[in-house]
């Protein structure tokens, strides 16, 4: 009848312009950590099922992957196993009525959960020149017996707009791996021509970051710091080795010319494209030797006119300089001066005792917070283990093993 | 009747299809530049058109600018002009059936291109948090007298998914940019620790993206030997200044140590994660002072078993160091030995003997094809006028200015 015709031509509608909106969302987020849930939510609700799962192919260990929400952890399993297995090794959709009647269903998940898997529509992922990269999984047809022919048109319609989603934030995670991983040798290598300081950039970014978080920045605030951070000493390429390779205690004009480091430092970064929302990086890192009372330099700018970033990054870059070998005097143990890691305890008095004339007191109060954690990072790697272990013991026994 | 509701649920149904299907093929092309022409031809197809024209605003010029195929400038108007110009500034749609009876109309186009605009569907593009990021413009309704409420309501549906299409290519436009820009200013910074090297792997990159054109590459190849050109001489950030910046003619230990930077640029690049189809950068860079007779460092690997990006990079790379000034002899003028650089023509005779022995003959005669436009590159910026022009005049007398 007309009233029929009216009615289904309604749900055509309906049904094609929720997954156009689905497309539009999923092809926007370009995120991937935020993109695999987002798409679970949306495909669970436009397809009227009670769950979905999504995996991706890793065709180098020849299994599949992929995340339960709020856990850091993936789930992976073998390709050719069990329903997404097969349908991601044959490349062809499933749609069954009841998966316990299949033999090779994996009941596992749904007497761990309390669950039970009736009707299974399995779809696989292409991406845009027909190489499968993952399965979409929707588990049980609320209000239906099973996954009908028209959900199957309109899954596989919605799996070939996830499979573009996926492969842009994938090129995406690419491009920013390939930025990162570049920046990070670089500064590596900088760091490197001096054996002593091979490493600090690394760890003055893990400080910093962990600083960071404890202090709450923004997500942007958090990235602009990391490349601050990572390329803060970059400037040392233009300083000579006689100056850089000094063993021993500069003469003041070889710690002047060792002291233009962080402008020549910004002037590369000024050079640098950086992607939207970073443009303090330059800013950011020229001011690593600022003190908050106006004494440091190069420009001798006070607390309340440096970046948030600058500041944290200079109780991180001394933290590091205390805690490391040098070549230079740090301090005097017993009767003689030597340039050893200092001892934590001495280190620690040194912040807080420079918190509100070198550092903010803010930034420091919050590294101490997340001291355990630093030290860490790198028990056992930069820092021997019986030099942390007092201190970590201390102030967070459950986190040593 | 109801076979009227059948035909109107049929054209709704494949309407909707054609619109997930272009949804399809914008999100799938992340390249900018053949997103564009891409759009336009979809849109013209799924919009029964006679023409499309799709802007994107520059908020720091105030202006429009848009790309008409096979040329390579820009098209620019300004903001707040003309049917597009207007629809930018005011994010609202148009819906006009005569252009030529709207005042503020630039009849230009027409009256060049002996073209009538009638009908005119303009939309504008916004980004997912509904920034205005374009216009897209649609023109003359085929079979129509103009676009009705359905061509609106479709066109809407379109131009969203336009907009995600451009801001994620956007989005890698501006990772490749930054990426490029790092590397390309840590690699200046390399060459800038001795005056006389500044800008070389600048050149040696412009030099072999120039013959590799010529030699009909493949984009992978000559995205690679890009990076690996670019790159080639980073490992010299591992060379002392004693011998970097050597003024005079080297001792045998120091010439070895001076050799092994094309291993320390491999162990560089081989940290490096990048992009997938560039797997091959550290490989190409490592061998740029190979020679075809195997007498090359630091494999002595033959012609046949290297790269032809290093073949490429080979002869860019001593090009450079014959044209341009250097500590060491290079050549007699005159009485005297000197390291300025040398002539022209004992340039190309030096890479024409060499042929065969430490040059790729095929990459050689590429080079020359090339040639003028290499020097024309430079000229007047590392190469004087009056170094290259004779040169260029004999090779190619119309290129000069």
């Not at 690419?174 to 991983?181: A, G, I, K, Q, R």
């Amino acid at each position: 009848t007309a009233t029929d015709h009216l009615a289904e031509q309604k749900h055509l509608k309906e049904l094609l312009s929720s997954l156009i909106a689905v497309a539009y969302d999923l092809t926007a987020e370009l995120d991937f950590d935020r993109l695999f849930p987002l798409i679970i939510g949306k495909v669970t609700e436009v397809m009227s099922a009670e769950r979905t799962s999504l995996y991706i192919i890793d065709w180098e260990r020849h299994e599949l992957w992929t995340k339960v929400a709020e856990q850091v952890e993936q789930i992976r399993l073998p390709l050719g196993k069990g329903i997404s297995g097969r349908v991601a090794e044959s490349g062809e959709m499933l749609n069954v009525a009841d998966a316990w009647e299949l033999p090779y269903f994996d009941r596992t998940f749904d007497q761990e959960h309390q669950f039970r898997t009736r009707s299974v529509l399995c779809m696989p992922i292409k991406n845009h020149v027909g190489e499968k990269i993952g399965v979409l999984q929707v588990i049980n047809k609320k209000g239906k017996e099973r996954f009908d022919s028209e959900d199957e048109i309109f899954l596989k319609a919605l799996t070939s707009q996830v499979g573009i989603a996926l492969e842009n934030s994938l090129l995406i995670e690419e491009l920013l791996l390939s930025f990162n991983s570049s920046i990070r040798t670089l500064s590596a290598m900088v760091d490197a021509r001096h054996p002593l300081t091979a490493g600090h950039s690394q760890r003055v970014t893990d400080y910093s970051l962990l600083i960071a978080r404890e202090m709450g920045l923004s997500k942007d605030e958090v990235e602009t710091l990391k490349y601050a951070a990572i390329l803060h000493d970059i400037g040392k390429i233009g300083i000579r080795d006689a100056i850089l390779l000094k063993n021993g205690q500069f003469i003041p004009e070889e710690r002047a010319e060792m002291n233009t480091h962080p402008v020549k430092t910004k002037a590369i970064l000024d050079k640098f494209h950086f992607p939207k929302g970073m443009q303090e990086v330059p800013d950011i890192a020229v001011h690593h030797h600022e003190k908050v009372n106006g004494q440091g330099y190069p420009d001798g700018l006070t607390g309340d006119q440096l970046p948030l970033g600058s500041k944290i990054m200079a109780v991180a870059d001394v933290f590091d300089a205390l805690t490391s070998r040098r070549d230079y005097p740090k301090y005097a143990s017993g009767e003689t001066l030597n340039g050893d890691p200092m001892p934590l305890p001495m280190a620690i008095s040194i912040l807080k005792k420079e918190a509100g004339t070198h550092f903010d007191p803010d930034v420091v109060a919050a590294f101490l917070s997340c001291l355990p954690q630093a030290l860490l990072l790198y028990r056992g790697d930069h820092f021997p283990p019986e030099y942390v272990d007092d201190m970590i013991r201390s102030l967070a026994p459950d986190l040593l093993p």
